[in-house]
Antibody, heavy 116, light 107 residues
Framework: QVQLQESGPGLVKPSETLSLTCAVS?????????WSWVRQPPGKGLEWIGE???????NYNPSVQSRVTISVDKSKNQFSLRLTSVTAADTAVYYC?????????WGQGTTVIVSS | DIQMTQSPSTLSAFVGDRVTITCRAS??????LAWYQQKPGKAPKFLIY???NLERGVPSRFSGSGSGTEFTLTISSLQPDDFATYYC?????????FGQGTKLDIK
């Protein structure tokens, strides 16, 4: 059974960098899947941030492309999200997910608040 | 970006009702559409892929249809567990985009 678990700071100061990790268990991150990040601001809908393939290929949402990096660590079977120069608009629940023809496995989500 | 528009935004129904949610794309996405169910405080749950294919383990009362720009999610007989918010998502082109959601609540 594939499981995903997000981790990272719950509070980030404006202009600083948000860093989250998604640990994958029950599957190899080197499988033929893409690994995604999605976020959901409080009371709002879902926004796709981007994805990575284990070989390092990435696709990003233009809305954050200049600030975002998604990377993979095969040795730890995990992937990560880095979002620079955050503002209050980046306050959201951040989810990692596996893309298998749809986002078929999700982490439970982690809340990140951007505030001084 | 492809814009996805769901209707209605909210829907009230009784247990046992048949309900339909519509999702429209701003341009053709063939059948590259997924549906998700989300309950408060929980991650979305994957329901349907390629517009009409039920994910393993999803009850058969859920069904999806459509192609091109118009899609529907139908629940044939609402159960108490079905009251949630539903999202469509296109994956025909990047960036992947979601509809704004349809909140289904108990009448």
């Amino acid at each position: 059974q594939v499981q995903l678990q997000e981790s990272g700071p719950g509070l980030v100061k404006p202009s600083e960098t948000l860093s989250l990790t998604c640990a994958v268990s029950g599957a190899s991150i080197s499988s033929s899947d893409w690994w995604s990040w999605v976020r959901q601001p409080p009371g709002k809908g879902l926004e796709w941030i981007g994805e990575i393939y284990h070989l390092g290929t990435t696709n990003y949402n233009p809305s954050v492309q200049s600030r975002v990096t998604i990377s993979v660590d095969k040795s730890k079977n995990q992937f990560s999200l880095r979002l620079t120069s955050v503002t209050a608009a980046d306050t959201a629940v951040y989810y990692c997910a596996r893309w298998g023809g749809g986002m078929d496995v999700w982490g439970q989500g982690t809340t990140v608040i951007v505030s001084s | 970006d492809i814009q996805m528009t769901q209707s209605p935004s909210t829907l009230s129904a009784f247990v046992g009702d048949r309900v339909t949610i519509t999702c429209r794309a701003s341009q053709s996405i063939s059948n590259l559409l997924a549906w998700y169910q989300q309950k408060p405080g929980k991650a979305p749950k994957f329901l349907i892929y390629k517009a009409s294919n039920l994910e393993r383990g999803v009850p058969s009362r859920f069904s999806g249809s459509g192609s091109g720009t118009e899609f529907t999610l139908t629940i044939s007989s609402l159960q108490p567990d079905d009251f949630a918010t539903y999202y469509c998502q296109q994956y025909q082109s990047y960036p992947y985009t979601f509809g704004q959601g349809t909140k289904l609540d108990i009448k």
